[in-house]
């Protein structure tokens, strides 16, 4: 009886706040409107933590749209489960003038199954609305309320999450009992003005007119530059388990003792086989070698996500019976043959895809990738126990170079992942090629790559058929037309850590015939950079997401019925974003050797510095294209 | 004789040997082992066998219910071929009625030392899901699989609602054999309809069938003071019908690869699909579902509610009063409601042929799908004293209806029929005008449905080009830079596309979009004209400056004569093709430049020029180039004059785009005097 006072209680709140907004957009302010395709008019998230075992997430907005672009914001979709719970939800529309043009009942939402497109199965669950605006500008006002057991997971604090969105307020608000203690992460706070209250059991922030951001290119993910908090508490309960940590090394200690430690028996056979197969060695790295070898061999990636099986591995035992598995049970599964054969290793959680790090101030289930730390010796391994084609040890960009939370018996330790070196993403690209007087070119190409261009290459061309092949490489060299190749080969090489691409081919017109002149475009292997756009006043700073180093040497045979006429001359950038360089060198009259390479460094630059880099990949782009020239 | 006893004895015995079991469980020795597809070695899977029944099943109370057994066998030949794997099984759940599975059984077999290794798929590992109010799906992936591995599933699925699945015979995998057996009762009439390239024929038997009822009767017991008041009397009775059956055989069926340039792979693939049609049951007049075009007309305009729905007026008759009092003539009145009703009704994103508001709740709530929209136009249209109708179609990712079913459609548009013309209309469009329909519309044909019960194929692709002419003026500077105006016009399709992307976008965004596609310029002084006047050709200009499209060599420069605007990659690239082309509708491009030659410099040498066609007078390109005075002009045109081309052309396509792409690779030298 008491809960229900308590609902309505709520629900009266809610009804006020909306009775008392003047939902007309006329005294939108036009420096909100500005870049922006809508405003968040407001914005009330409050958590009440009621109990180790249970939240409550209310959430109001009201979003006024200027336009189609920004219709998104009045798509809704709720997720649920079985441990969440949707309690209410309403939603209203109003016209230019504030006027009611639609309310919106949880009847009118349609209810699927969240599909996220990877998982055979999930549990999860989504309502959905979408809204047809008959004018602009319009304002959509919804609210809800969700229950949940799943304390573990208190959604972040994210100011803004999308671009061409002003938000005119914006109030964050979270209630906790005296028996929890909440950790928080307060991130990019400096240069905005927030109002923060604390006291004993409750915190809240405010912001106020956040003018819209464009997006621009190459630009970091916004929850690195605007005001975001993080959130996790001290007693949690996670699908059903409760949990107990105030630091990272008691979370791993918990995760370990409770999702983990006893997932890993394996069957009798199972360990006899693993044991022979790595009997005549007594090298720890061999052996770990051998067992990731064959996992790659018996298993294969699956994903099927109900409940705890969303944080807790499938048995071993179970993988090995049906020989597939989420990131969770094929880590787990690996771990458990590495510890048969006496290998210490340990799971971790990771965030796989963009370059994200754990967020190190929080003990809080974080991630949404798992893969296996193992320590040998004096070096650090990290398997990715979901591929079956990188080769041990072999991370790639999908989890390297940042802070993933290592779990043991004895706790949780926060460890960097393998960092590649620019020098380590090579590629390189040895050939020759030959063009007749007509301006037909016979080539023969071999690249090699190592590094994050070997990952690149393996996700993308390994495994792939002729038909396959064909439509890649002339992608690929998308720069000649008329291919026909006589000859593509891929090879994974996993012994010596590198993608090999062999190819041979020929087309016709590659040279372009100008009255008596032939032109040569001379970068004929690796010639598809472009510049960035031009952004004019730009307001953000910029990423470069991937450092990597492109060498190339290639011989070319020239017509001889031809005079020579023009040799391309000798050029080299340099830059802080990296460096570029070409050359011709003269073997003998017709055959030259065409050198290039280009090197890009990663990292996080400032928004003045954008045009430079522009103009450093102009320049590429243009001396890319330089032509050979040749006369009658 | 002896020997040729043997000799015979040995034949049967080999042949006895080669013959496939393809009994459930059977799984042979030489399947398992083989390495590739002989008929195809880039195959990552096949399909070894399918077999597949559907058959009517009577019981007593509910009706008929249409079974269908399924089994397959799948060979994995390699790692890209595990996907093949992972099974999903949809079915009909709604509310009331709901389609149920039973009897699935699946297994994975190897051979690991000889021996056959056999894994069964265990019930928990099915996963049951809902994907909407109406279907759901039963998903697995099978356990233990390897390369080389065989898989196996068999299930049933019985349904009250009488859906007989689509009968698949190609896949992106090949086919070694499928035996289909499709029984229906003489009462129930399915119409087939096949699409697809690579044939199958059914043979057509008949068979005896019967139901034995079992009748109860009570009747009020006559004895008086009974304990019983009722008396229950049994008694049978046998219907006797024929039954038809349809028996396909099919072998060695290629594997459908996706190509570049095909509206929807799914149009190709072989598939024949069984739709209800009409119901002849005893003593009860005939039930139409659909059948002849006339029926399908007559079931539209009954069962789908088009006769009430078009009837509805008093919603409108305001508005369109005032829209009439101000149109004089028929093209005006036409224009004014189209007008009219895409300012009233704002298409919801919901296609279909069963209305979502009805037409009177959409034009007042001003929210509707495209049947509420397209309806409201051909009311209005009619009540005007216009000659108009709906014009049923299936978009282009919906596929090509070839027979008279209703599944195979879901839009609906309008058409006016003037004397010897028909406009055709899409209100769901901001954009849209009379005889400009949105790409997903034009896909082939559509049917017109006239309320008189008349019904006839209308032709959805436009006939009228779609234009882009542009018109580009360019100067040297002495820094080796250049600087110009360019104006381009769009009109029909091509403005359509044009506003529907663009004129939403503030400029700064359009620019940036503009500067992309034509890389190497910076854009100044950006204007589009005619925006919202959609009557009208749209037209863009601006002013722009590039420091990278000449080579300066020596006291030479270089460069293309189109600049930017030059076609320098062909986009037919694949050696073969196996499907049409879709243009999407015929066009013209049309480039006219004009550059000043910079002082101190001549002209040392331009290409030639150019003019070639495709057969049939299907498309031509042109490029002329004049030297003027102080001035060279260039003109290109490309005009195809067809949308669609069979993959026979295909060769011819590819040549003629080849010798644009050489043509406008060409570059115009001057030099330094």
Not at chain 1, 39 to 68: G, H, L, P
Not at chain 1, 408 to 434: A, M
Not at chain 2, 24 to 38: F, I, N, Q
Request: glycine share 4%; hydrophobic share 35%.
């Amino acid at each position: 009886m008491k809960k229900i006072i308590t609902l309505i209680f709520l629900f009266f709140n809610f009804l006020i706040y909306a009775q008392d907004f003047d939902f007309s957009s006329l005294s939108i302010p036009e420096n909100l409107k500005e870049d922006a395709n809508s405003v968040a008019r407001f914005e009330n998230f409050a958590i009440e933590i009621k109990s180790q075992r249970e939240m409550i997430i209310n959430y109001q907005t009201a979003i006024t749209i200027f336009n189609d672009l920004g219709d998104k914001h009045s798509n809704l979709t709720i997720y649920y489960d079985k441990k969440r719970t949707i309690n209410e939800v309403k939603a209203t529309v109003y016209d230019s003038k504030g006027v009611i043009v639609k309310k919106i009942k949880k009847s009118d939402f349609k209810d699927y199954s969240a599909f996220d497109g990877i998982s055979l199965f999930n549990d999860n669950r989504l309502i959905h609305y979408e809204h047809t605006p008959i004018s602009y500008p319009y304002t959509i006002y919804y609210e809800y309320e969700i229950n949940t057991s799943n304390t573990a997971f208190i959604p972040d604090w994210i100011l803004n999450d999308s671009y061409s969105q002003s938000v005119k307020s914006a109030k964050f608000s979270i209630k906790y009992p005296p028996n929890i203690s909440l950790f928080k992460s307060e991130e990019n706070f400096k240069g905005f003005e927030i109002n923060k209250t604390e006291k004993l059991g409750f915190l809240s922030y405010e912001i106020k007119d956040l003018p819209a951001l464009k997006r621009e290119p190459y630009t970091p993910a916004l929850f690195d530059f605007l005001p975001t908090v993080k959130f996790g508490i001290s007693k949690f309960n996670l699908e059903g388990v409760d949990g107990d940590a105030l630091n990272w090394k008691e979370f791993g200690k918990w995760y370990y003792d409770n999702l983990i430690q006893n997932t890993l028996e394996l069957p009798e056979v199972t360990k006899l086989k693993i044991k022979s197969m790595t009997a005549n060695t007594s090298d720890p790295f061999e052996k770990a070698k051998i067992v990731y070898e064959y996992v790659q061999s018996k298993v294969r990636y699956i994903s099927v996500q109900v409940g705890i099986g969303g944080f807790k591995p499938m048995f071993a035992s179970d993988v090995d019976r049906l020989g597939y598995g989420d990131c969770k049970a094929l880590t787990n599964y690996t771990a458990a043959l590495l510890k048969e054969v006496g290998v210490a290793s340990y799971h971790t959680l990771i965030f796989g895809g963009e370059k994200r790090s754990l967020n190190k101030s929080i003990a809080s289930p974080q991630g949404n990738h798992m893969i296996l730390y193992v320590p040998i010796a004096n070096q650090e391994i990290w398997l990715e126990c979901t591929s079956q084609k990188d080769p041990f040890a072999e991370i790639g960009s999908f989890t390297d170079d940042r802070d993933a939370l290592v779990l043991s018996p004895d706790g949780g330790v926060i460890r960097h992942t393998k960092v590649y070196k620019t020098e380590e993403n090579l590629q390189t690209t040895k050939g020759s090629y030959t063009i007749d007087s007509e301006g037909n070119i016979t080539a023969d190409v071999y690249i090699e790559s190592t590094g994050t261009q070997y990952d690149d290459n393996l996700l993308g061309n390994e495994g792939k058929n002729q038909k396959e092949l064909d439509i890649i490489f002339k992608k690929y060299l998308s720069n000649i037309n008329n291919i026909k190749f006589s000859k593509i080969e891929v090879f994974n090489n996993k012994e010596a850590f590198k993608f090999e691409e062999k190819l041979a081919f020929t087309a016709t017109n590659y040279g372009v015939i100008n009255g008596t002149q032939l032109l040569i475009p001379m970068n004929a292997f690796n010639n598809g950079s472009e510049a960035p756009a031009r952004i004019r006043d730009r307001k953000l700073p910029f990423e470069i997401s991937m450092n990597f180093l492109d060498i190339d040497e290639v011989k070319i045979a020239l017509p001889t019925q031809l005079k020579i006429e023009y040799i391309p001359e000798k050029v080299e950038l340099n830059t802080k974003f990296g460096t570029y360089s070409i050359e011709v060198i003269k073997i003998d009259d017709y055959n030259y050797l065409f050198k290039r390479t280009l090197k890009i460094i990663s990292g996080n630059y400032q928004k003045e510095e954008y045009e430079p880099y522009r103009n450093f990949r102009k320049e590429i782009a243009k001396h890319d294209n330089s032509k050979i020239i040749l006369i009658k | 004789m002896k020997k040729i006893l043997i000799a015979m004895v040995l034949t049967l015995m080999a042949n006895e040997i080669i013959a496939q079991d393809y009994k459930y469980g059977k799984v042979s020795k030489e399947e398992l082992e083989e390495k590739y597809y002989p008929l195809d070695s880039s195959a990552n899977a096949a399909v070894l066998y399918k077999n597949r029944k559907t058959h009517f099943e009577y019981t007593q109370g509910q009706g008929f219910n249409v079974i269908t057994e399924i089994h397959e066998r799948i060979k994995i030949y390699n790692k890209e071929g595990f996907e093949w794997a992972t099974k999903n099984i949809e079915y009909y759940n709604a509310p009331n009625t709901s389609e149920k599975i039973i009897n699935l059984k699946a297994a994975t077999y190897f051979i690991e030392n000889e021996k056959v290794i056999e894994t069964t798929l265990s019930k928990k590992e099915v996963f049951d899901e809902e994907s909407n109010k109406y279907w759901s799906q039963q998903k697995f992936t099978m356990p233990n699989i390897k390369e080389g591995c065989v898989l196996e599933w068999t299930y049933k699925i019985i349904s009250p609602i009488k859906r007989i699945e689509d009968l698949q015979f190609q896949y992106e995998i090949p086919v070694k054999k499928i035996d289909a057996k499709i029984e229906i009762p003489e009462y129930f009439v399915y119409n087939k309809s096949y699409k697809g390239y690579y044939p199958v024929s059914a043979k057509e038997e008949k068979k005896n069938s019967s139901i034995t009822f079992t009748n109860k009767e009570r009747s009020e017991s006559q004895s008086l003071g009974s304990k019983a008041p009722y008396i229950t009397t049994y008694t049978q009775s046998k219907v006797d019908y024929i039954t038809k059956i349809d028996i396909y055989e099919v072998v060695n069926i290629p594997a459908l690869i996706e190509e570049a340039y095909v509206n929807s792979i799914d149009n190709y693939k072989t598939t024949i699909q069984y739709e209800y049609s009409e119901l002849h049951w005893p003593h009860e007049p005939i039930k139409y579902y659909a059948n002849t075009w006339e029926d399908v007309t007559k079931t539209i305009y009954n069962d789908y509610d088009f006769k009430t729905e078009l009837n509805q007026s008093s919603h409108y008759s305001d508005d369109l009063a005032v829209v009439l009092a101000s149109s004089a003539t028929e093209s005006e009145k036409i224009t004014r409601i189209f007008e009219l009703v895409k300012n009233k009704i704002k298409w919801n994103k919901y296609n279909g042929i069963t209305k979502f508001n009805g037409t009177k709740k959409a034009y007042k709530e001003g929210v509707g799908n495209v049947v509420d929209i397209n309806l409201n136009l051909v009311s209005m249209l009619n009540k005007a004293g216009l000659k108009a109708s709906p014009v049923i179609l299936s978009t282009r990712s919906n596929g090509i209806p070839i027979f008279p079913t209703i599944d195979g459609f879901n839009y609906v548009i309008a058409a006016v029929e003037i004397e010897n013309d028909l406009i055709l209309l899409d209100a769901t469009e901001e954009y849209s005008v009379p005889n400009v329909l949105p790409s997903r519309d034009l896909n082939w044909q559509g049917r017109i449905v006239r309320e008189n019960g008349s019904s006839t194929w209308v032709n959805l692709i436009p006939t009228k080009l779609s234009e882009t002419n542009s018109s580009m003026n360019i100067v040297f500077n002495d820094s080796g830079t250049i600087e110009g105006v360019k104006r381009t016009q769009y009109t029909n399709l091509n403005a359509f596309n044009y506003r529907d992307n663009y004129t939403k976008m503030k400029d700064d965004d359009v620019i940036l979009k503009v500067e992309e596609e034509n890389g190497k310029i910076e854009i100044s002084d950006f204007r589009i004209t005619n925006k919202s006047e959609i009557y009208k050709p749209i037209i863009e200009m601006f002013k722009f400056t590039s420091d990278d499209v000449l080579d300066k060599v020596g006291d030479k420069i270089y460069f293309k004569p189109l600049f930017f605007d030059a076609m320098t990659k062909n986009p037919f690239k694949l050696e073969k093709r196996d499907y049409p082309i879709d243009f999407g509708t015929p066009f013209i491009k049309e480039n006219k430049v004009g550059i000043k030659i910079p002082m101190g410099y001549v002209v040392e040498s331009v290409p030639e020029n150019l003019a070639i066609g495709l057969s049939d007078n299907y498309g031509v390109y042109k490029f002329i180039i004049k030297i003027e005075a102080d001035m060279i002009n260039i003109y290109s045109t490309l005009q195809i004059n067809t949308a669609n081309f069979p993959s026979a052309n295909y060769d011819e396509i590819k040549d003629f785009y080849k010798m644009i792409v050489n043509k406008n690779l060409e570059q115009i030298v001057l030099k330094k005097v």
